[in-house]
């Protein structure tokens, strides 16, 4: 039974990064016999460029056809001064997880052993660090409506956005966050603005009674601004994490930084049966694009997981994993992450010590 | 010509340390011959129990009639069970803010270098530092109507909020950030999500129009999810940074604890003449209310903040900053900021020591 990939590289390093983790996905796929046809599409500005929109209807039924996703990223300067929002490249982006609806986004914030000097925090403060942030993906803020910006009486603008949640859209998202507690250490702390915000008084409510369903899990609650400092204080205190998208956005971003390589992070976004769209936690990265100095392990980590979420494939996802953390014992780092008495490696030879440790 | 200043002690914590900071005002009242009349008044849980409303009308009038206010902190456990959402303490701290037009808020992140061991970050990112956030205090998302939890037609209930802002609530809140980054390193860092947000696109845009006005100051734009990534990276690359009232919120908190003791920070909120209500940046901390371990020090640096901002009397707010100074040279330390070599100290030590240093 064969199994199809969508490729996306999109927009700044994208690419160059979606060509190591395609031949390390081509290695794992002949070693394991895993069946898979990979297919290439376009989005973001790459797809603009081509097709005057930056997610053409082609990429979409690909991507609908597809058993999963891999993307590089989306964005860029060329495509900012763009007048009309709906043209520009995260306008792709944010197509691709509304239409697909890929609510559940997965984004772990790893240290790894041998980076551990890369982080801006004291080394006891993060060493060993393994925290799950689950976001909501398709909801909220990034999608509610009313939006935009009106004229009023007087003459002067006003802009508005409508944060919003019903009761099934956090129901499906809370369970993502129970089930990945039960899969961990059964914490899950839950990112809320109760106090404030009567969505979120909804959200609470909901956890709180998708929470019984699992006794085993420990839940707590936090407000957003408790948690920024938290996750800056004393991050190992959290396990998984689960919050809306906006909050979402901001915080795993911060618990990302914390782990000081950000090269390093993979992410998951899926819908109810699990099917993903897979790419690393940084983005485009325009200023260093088309240099081959990129760190494409954040995306080579993403074709693991997905291996692991939507493919079932958890040995070829562990081999993956496993050769990442050979090539970092073997003192290779792309510009990102190194540091003095390591060996500095461009793109494509860490994309090749991969294959090879595999 | 004598000055009225509203003291509202509020809950957990706040009566403890409030007490020292009227200490610390009665001395250079006197030494300074400030001609201040002090006055106190109940808000938040306080007032609850006592007039059933955490805004009763007698502390409004004081507030509108005093040329500042001091506040101590509110909220506890004691009132998170109030069903009336209207009844709780947050919603006695939101009414003053708006009711008071108190829209500019000013939280500084200071890093004491007699404190640098504090912070979880290493040394030589936050050594140093010296940020100062301009949050928008009375609209945005905090107050945006239409807001509540509604039942849907399937018989789902569904919460919403709205994330708001006219061009002349972002041109005040603008004027703030701009002027006071004249005052200090003239880099001003504007904080938005205008790649999702409609209403932050309007932000920017008016942002970048007042910026005009003050061609000495550096205005740079960043995304919120970077802003608060950038925060952990590297926060001394940052001046003044200026964002509405949630992500202030958010941002604020995590600035914040990058020194590590968020006891010490001190926040003013400001109307448009420069009337304000001054507090810590820390909460009231119920767990430890009653014990007489608190810092005081951040609402002795709101005092200190108050004789600034609101009632010009710099000498006055000099003597104090440098009389807390003085007291971390001596080693004094609350339990909060307290390591190995410090001598801990009460609530009340450290208050009378401040007094003993002016
Ligand atoms: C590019 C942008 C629209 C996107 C988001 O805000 O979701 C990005 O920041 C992310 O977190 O994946
Ligand atoms: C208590 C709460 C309503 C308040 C806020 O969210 O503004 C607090 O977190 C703050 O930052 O002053």
Redesign the interface.
Known sequence: MSKNILVLPGDGIGPEIVTEAVKVLNTVNEKFNLGLTLENGLVGGAAYDVHGTPLPEETMSKARAADAILLGAV?GPKWDALED?EL?P?KGL?GLRSGLELFGNLRPAILYPQLADAS???PE?VSGLDILIVRELTGG??F?KP???RV?ENG?????????????EIRRIARVAFESAMKRNKKLCSVD?A?????????REILIEVGKEYPEVELSHMY???A???????PKQFDVMVTGN??G??????A???T?S?GMLPSASLDKDNKGMYEPCHGSAPDIAGQGIANPLATILSAAMMLRYSLNEVAAADAIEAAVSKVLDQGLRTGDIWSAGMEKVSTEQMGEAVVAAL
Chains 1, 2 share one sequence.
Not at 156 to 168: A, F, I, K, L
């Open positions: 964005g929002r520009r995260e944010l801006s925090l004291k403060v803020i990034y509610g939006r935009g910006i009023l002067e603008r006003e802009g508005y956005n409508t944060y919003v949640y019903n009761e099934s603005k106090n404030v915000l009567e969505v979120t008084v909804l959200w957003v601004d408790n920024a400092m938290q996750l800056v204080r004393a906006m909050f956005d901001i915080l795993s971003d911060a990302a930084m914390l000081g950000i």
